[in-house]
């Protein structure tokens, strides 16, 4: 089974950046769609970004559009959370996922979950 292993997560204040990252076990990364969620204890898990093979071909939900990026790395079995102008509203775990099989335009079997990295936001 593929393993991830996200790393990066902190204390910021608002306004401030982080860059999350996963790790992908084996060589296998780009057979892959990768993606984030994030949860909080108050609210159901959500969808934050997901990415296909070509760095183009991304997808966020509204609340991160224009400060969040994600990014991927095949050859370093790396994948990327870039956070930007972030919000106490982003405070959250961030869990980096994978998936083999798209079952729509935007939905995606995300099989493959990490442990998840906690990012709090002080206003």
């Known amino acids: 089974q593929v393993q991830l292993v996200e790393s990066g997560g902190g204390l910021v204040q608002a306004g401030g950046s982080l860059t999350l990252s996963c790790e992908v076990s084996?060589?296998?990364?780009?057979?892959?769609?990768m993606g984030w969620f994030r949860q909080t204890p108050e609210k159901e898990r959500e969808f934050v970004a997901a990415?296909?093979?070509?760095?183009?071909?991304?997808r966020y939900a509204d609340s991160v559009k224009g400060r969040f990026t994600i990014a991927r790395e095949d050859a370093k079995n790396t994948a990327y959370l870039q956070m930007d102008k972030l919000r106490p509203e982003d405070t959250a775990v961030y869990y980096c996922v994978a998936a083999r099989t798209r079952l729509g335009a935007t939905l995606y079997e995300w099989k493959y979950w990490g442990q998840g990295t906690q990012v709090t936001v002080s206003s």
């Open positions: 084996e060589d296998t990364m780009r057979n892959y769609f």
């Open positions: 990415i296909e093979g070509s760095a183009d071909r991304t």
